[in-house]
């Protein structure tokens, strides 16, 4: 492990990038033990002192996705590559946008884990549990309400069970690693579409280049609220929906409804009351974070269209339908 501290920690003048190959051995020297938690924890400093790249970034994809479990589906699931720390400054949208947008024929697959620094902040699957769902607890039952809802989660201790280990030392660490950055592209369903929300703008580019390294093709990537995959509501946002830029105006997204702090448990009776059509105030955000999806899913070219049929999918009822299937099947 030493060779490597001493490439990656020489200071800000001297330090030099892991080719992959190297980052694969440094990270596989870290999940196998072999290293000291001191030299664990000064790896992961000199990499968020100098910032990984996209070669080293790629070295430790290659070591998990190497030990990684997939789901096995029939279909190619839109990927919602999302933030593993969650939220802490706004309200889960995503939750009941899901369940929107999969009656419009999309699937849906998500991953994740909760109580990940450095936010450490609520998940969107931590608000489902709050709505009545349960995490499913086997890659089986992953693929059951995949195929049969429109929509899958899978917990990264089910796939990346080398990865989820990580997380006590990641804790104890407190910070941000590079490890935040990498797990969102696993791509754990062997898909080739992907979304994904940044907080920086840099990073669009970085996940663009990853995405397309783990055969993902059809990548939509913005700077998003919080790092989700919902649309700013208090300004326009601008995404890229393969490649090519579409604005999205923030008018009546209810910001003073969305950008609050807020409980998973409250955040769950938020998202169910929405589903069931009685939170007008929030039902234009839902909306088109759901036309997002299915835009980004491919199921229409024009946005417009797409938040259209999200539209008539909640106030069918039949979102809510949806969401009570999935939910019975994972156990809720």
């Not at 208090?234 to 999205?248: A, D, P, Q, Y």
């Not at 036309?291 to 491919?298: P, Q, R």
Request: proline share 4%.
């Amino acid at each position: 492990m030493i060779q490597f501290l001493k490439k990656v920690g020489a200071g800000k003048k001297k330090f030099k990038d892991l080719s992959k190959e190297e980052a694969y051995q440094a990270e596989k020297i870290i999940v196998e033990g072999g290293a000291t938690d001191i030299q664990t924890g000064a790896f992961w400093s000199a990499e968020r002192i100098k910032y990984a790249s996209v070669e080293e970034l790629k070295g430790f994809i290659d070591l998990h996705r190497e030990f990684m479990k997939p789901v096995k589906t029939s279909v190619k699931p839109l990927d919602i590559a999302v933030n593993y720390d969650g939220k802490d400054r706004s309200v889960h949208i995503l939750p009941a946008s899901i369940f929107i947008a999969v009656v419009s024929g999309v699937y849906i697959g998500g991953h994740g884990a909760e109580n990940v620094p450095s936010k450490y902040g609520t998940t969107y699957h931590q608000v489902l549990e709050k709505m009545g769902a349960e995490t499913p607890d086997s890659i089986e039952t992953v693929r059951k309400t995949l195929e049969e809802t429109g929509f899958g989660f899978v917990h990264q201790r089910l796939f990346a069970q080398k990865l989820f280990n990580l997380l006590p030392k990641r804790r104890e660490f407190g910070l941000r690693t590079y490890h935040n950055t990498m797990e969102r592209m696993l791509n754990p369903f062997v898909t080739d579409r992907v979304i994904t929300g940044v907080s920086h703008p840099p990073y669009i580019q970085k996940y663009t280049e990853l995405a397309k390294y783990v055969g993902m093709e059809r990548i939509t990537v913005f700077k998003s609220l919080e790092g989700g995959v919902e649309p700013f509501p208090n300004h326009e946002t601008r995404i890229l929906f393969s490649g090519k830029e579409e604005v999205v105006s923030s008018e009546g997204l209810g910001r003073e409804y969305v950008l609050r702090k807020i409980t998973p448990e409250e955040n769950g009776r938020l998202c169910i009351k929405l589903l069931k059509g009685e939170l007008p105030e929030l039902e234009r955000f839902a909306v088109l974070t759901a036309g997002i999806l299915i835009k980004a899913y491919g199921r229409a070219n024009s946005l417009e269209e797409c938040v259209s049929q999200a539209q008539e999918s909640l106030r069918s009822g039949k979102a809510y339908e949806r969401f009570k299937k999935y939910a019975e099947i994972t156990g809720g």
